[in-house]
């Protein structure tokens, strides 16, 4: 009996050492499976290394025809807005040249622009008949969607470019070092619409007063040519106002000035008829020929600052991906 219990002692031993041993394997095998899977896992970072950016250099020289192609298409879409919303500022304008002419040719608009230049600004008077008080209000709106417009064509082209550069280029290992490179281009077209903007407000303020100071030297101009013929005209009118005077006897003292008076209106009147007569068309001419001239040199302006931009902002693109240190998989 006791030897049994012995046996049964003895027998529990080497079973819980047995126990014991193969726990102590299999935390081992356990172990070393976790560091095979640890090291996999660690494998592929390790293997990324930093390279010059030849492949971006190489994507420069093949797609350089590319880049001018986007570079262009861009700039041509940026013209046909400019050509639109300054064609569409300045219809209003045109669509006031007669009213402007009814007044130049009337009586009325004749003194008060007579008495302008005397006392006032002749500049600012043809200004308030032709561009009215909201061209610079409509200036500015035009403006802005001439600025706003741009940067998408900036945007857009700048994208091309990094559609271009950036093929074969392993996206999701450089995320970060795109997406900071794409927040440096954004923001470097961001301060070309706020340039633009601000030569948009320097132009809105002197426009308008700058294109009536050439259509006022004509009226001025014309006036003076009319007043030369009144001269002439009054000094025969002074004579017949001293007739009529004699004619209303007693009533004289209120007949003679208020006769005077209307031969002098009919003597302006017919001068300012036979004026509008012989120089509206001409005058309207050359007007329209002033608006023309000017709204062009508007449009070229926008067009001049539009692709010095553009090519400001591919230069400074291309220039920014040369430098950036692209990552690969070893191999």
Not at 30 to 57: D, G, R
Not at 85 to 105: A, C, G, R, W
Not at 129 to 150: C, G, M, P, R, Y
Not at 169 to 178: A, E, M, P, T
């Amino acid at each position: 009996m006791k030897n049994t219990l012995n046996k049964d002692r003895f027998t529990y031993f080497i079973a819980t050492i047995f126990l014991l041993v193969s726990v102590f394997v299999l935390i081992l095998l356990m172990q070393e499976q976790l560091k095979i899977e640890k090291e996999k896992s660690v494998s592929p970072k390790s293997l990324e290394v930093l390279v010059p950016s030849n492949i971006v250099i190489n994507n420069i020289l093949r797609n350089e025809t590319n880049i001018i192609k986007s570079l262009n298409n861009e700039l041509n879409r940026t013209k046909q807005i400019i050509d639109l919303e300054i064609d569409k500022l300045f219809n209003p304008v045109y669509e006031n040249i007669d009213s402007f002419l009814d007044h130049h040719y009337s009586v009325l608009g004749e003194y008060e622009e007579l008495g302008t230049i005397v006392f006032g600004d002749i500049n600012q008077m043809v200004a308030n008949k032709l561009f009215k008080k909201d061209f610079n209000e409509s200036f500015i709106i035009s403006a802005d969607l001439i600025a706003k417009e741009h940067r998408i064509d900036l945007t857009n082209h700048t994208n091309n470019i990094r559609e271009y550069l950036l093929y074969g280029v392993d996206l999701n290992i450089n995320k970060n070092l795109i997406e900071k490179l794409n927040n440096d281009i954004y923001t470097d077209i961001l301060q070309e619409e706020n340039q633009l903007n601000e030569l948009s407000n320097k132009v809105s303020s002197t426009i308008a007063k700058t294109i009536s100071s050439e259509i006022s030297t004509n009226s001025v101009t014309k006036s003076a040519t009319k007043g030369s013929i009144k001269m002439a005209a009054n000094s025969i009118t002074s004579s017949t106002g001293a007739a009529t005077g004699l004619l209303c006897g007693p009533f004289a003292w209120i007949c003679s000035p208020m006769a005077a008076g209307i031969l002098l209106f009919s003597t302006d009147a017919l001068v300012t008829t036979g004026d509008e007569l012989l120089n509206r068309e001409n005058f309207q001419k050359e007007i329209v020929e002033i608006l023309d001239l000017n709204k062009q040199i508007l449009k070229d302006g926008y067009i001049k600052e539009c692709k010095k931009s553009i090519d400001k902002i591919s230069d400074q693109t291309i220039k920014k991906y040369k430098l950036i240190q692209i990552k690969k998989k070893k191999i």
